[in-house]
């Protein structure tokens, strides 16, 4: 039987290294980090992490927000949501996944466009409306 994409990107250990590596290059992304100015950075990461792993078949359950409703009011443009998925394939560059890993993991994300994008614009680098109410902290 075909591993699945999850085994295949390295399991649990990897896929924490490349969101975290991945959070820090949006960090430093200005086409993108002031909408991740209220965001509970631990919160994120975990979910994104659960996300993953079970988007490509791992053993995890996402039990965020759907992803309409976590993007909702934020006012993400095209070219934003574009420079996010840039951001994503220089991190697995980095980490020298390879090429048909990338792209079913891609396949995956690529089409949740159409839930996170509300402005069809190339602009980049706008603010995060100040109606945007941010997701509860995690409590531990
Ligand atoms: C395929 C693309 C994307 C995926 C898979 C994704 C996934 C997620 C997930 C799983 C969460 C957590 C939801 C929760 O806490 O319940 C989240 C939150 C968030 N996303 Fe995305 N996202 C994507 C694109 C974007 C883009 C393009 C932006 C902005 C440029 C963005 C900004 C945010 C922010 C700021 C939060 C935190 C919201 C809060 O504080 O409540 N996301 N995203």
Do not use: W
Not at 28 to 43: P, S
Not at 66 to 72: C, I, P, Q
């Amino acid at each position: 039987m075909e591993r699945t994409l999850y085994e295949r990107l390295g399991g649990m250990d990897a896929i924490t290294a490349v969101v975290e590596k991945f959070r820090d290059r949006v960090a430093g992304d200005d086409r993108i980090n002031l909408k991740f100015e209220r965001t509970d950075l631990a919160r994120l990461r975990k979910m994104l992490i659960d996300q993953v792993c079970e988007a490509t078949g791992g053993p995890c359950r996402y039990n965020g927000r759907s992803m309409k409703e976590a993007h909702a009011g934020m006012g993400v443009t095209r070219g934003e949501f574009d420079a996010l998925v840039d951001d994503l394939v220089q991190t697995l560059h980095q980490f020298k996944v390879p090429s048909r890993e990338q792209s079913e993991l891609l396949a995956i994300l690529g089409p949740l466009k159409s839930e996170i994008v509300e402005v069809n614009s190339t602009e980049v680098g706008t603010a995060l409306p100040d109606i945007f109410r941010p997701a509860p902290a995690l409590t531990v």
